[in-house]
């Protein structure tokens, strides 16, 4: 039987595993077709593609500036460089401010940490039981697994409806109000633009990212990511499916305005939106360890908006797995 079986290949997911891999058996499991959570990429072909969450990375703590230089050295992540366009004007642009990115994808962290442990994709946890010290785990597509303890690493709204009966302190009783965007992908004829970003001062589209100056590949088009703003997103997420074409033509339609960049060919766009994209207002406990029941809860929400408090979440919960703290 698994010592451990983790749900979610994100951030925190996949840091916990590679933690707990040391000492114990340990499985993941994602709904998702692949690994990274919200630093998905979505691969066209070969190393083509774009990252389609999670934009880049930025450092803040000491632990995890040492985490991130260790991959920069194993060539796992690499700095993005380029003019980048500051044109909001309620942030304070900080000059020091570096931008860090998967070698291949955003995702390449993830994939890294779970290179060695077990992956089951498309797996989407429905139903959960405890029978006889043992967690039963019932997924969509029928699988059951049983397992000793049980990491749950996903948005607190899907956390709070899988786990409220389990958990017995004040945790979900927390008003975490997660993020919205809509993100649209956009490959275009290759155009004269010199930015590799555009950090927008608009109401609707908040960030446009030109994949090609992330030097991951060459080619004859050119590849972007349009984020909107928070404020956007949350007006619009539960209704965009019924709407596509309306609001990546939105987005779309911001992004010549803003940035002047003249598109006369689209070959290909894909609108998705982050429903739980990131909660901007931390929680006073980074994680969760109910050591009687063997249940742990990680995840960025516990931190803030950051994939950085991801990591930290996770580093934190296997402390007090391994009695630590």
């Not at 703590?61 to 991130?68: A, C, D, M, N």
């Not at 997660?178 to 908040?206: A, E, Q, W």
């Not at 779309?252 to 994209?277: A, C, D, P, V």
Request: hydrophobic residues 35%.
């Amino acid at each position: 039987m698994l010592d451990f079986c983790v749900i979610g290949t994100g951030i925190s997911g996949s840091t916990i595993a590679k933690l707990l891999n040391q000492k114990f058996s340990v499985n993941v499991y994602d709904k998702a077709k692949g690994i990274g959570g919200r630093s998905s990429f979505k691969r066209l072909n070969g190393k083509i593609g774009f990252d389609h969450g999670l934009q880049y990375l930025s450092p803040r703590s000491l632990k995890f500036k040492r985490f991130t230089k260790e991959l920069t050295r194993k060539k796992i992540l690499k700095f993005w460089g380029g003019n980048h366009k500051f044109l909001n004007k309620s942030v304070k642009k900080k000059n020091k401010h570096i931008k860090l990115i998967g070698v291949n994808g955003n995702n390449d962290i993830s994939k890294y940490q779970l290179k060695n442990i077990k992956c089951y994709h498309q797996y989407e946890l429905s139903k959960i039981n405890r029978l006889n010290k043992v967690w039963n785990l019932q997924f969509q597509n029928g699988q059951v697994i049983k397992s000793k303890n049980l990491i749950v690493s996903i948005p607190f709204p899907q956390c709070k409806k899988l786990l409220s009966k389990f958990v017995r302190t004040s945790l979900f009783k927390n008003k975490v109000i997660m993020n919205s965007s809509l993100t649209v992908l956009l490959m275009t004829n290759k155009t004269s633009n010199n930015y590799s970003s555009y950090f927008t001062n608009d109401k609707i589209l908040g960030w446009v990212s030109n994949e090609n100056s992330k030097k991951r590949f060459t080619y004859n088009k050119d590849l972007w990511v349009l984020q909107s703003t928070f404020e956007y997103g949350k007006k619009n997420i539960d209704n965009y499916k019924n709407k596509k074409t309306y609001f990546t033509k939105i987005l779309l339609n911001r992004f010549k305005n803003i940035t002047k960049i003249k598109i006369s060919k689209i070959y290909f766009t894909h609108i998705h939106g982050w429903k739980y994209s990131s909660n901007s207002k931390p929680l006073k406990s980074e994680s969760y360890w109910d050591r009687k029941i063997g249940l742990g809860i990680c995840g960025d929400w516990f931190g803030g908006p950051r994939l950085e408090d991801g990591w930290l979440s996770a580093n934190n919960l296997f402390k007090k797995i391994v009695g630590k703290k």
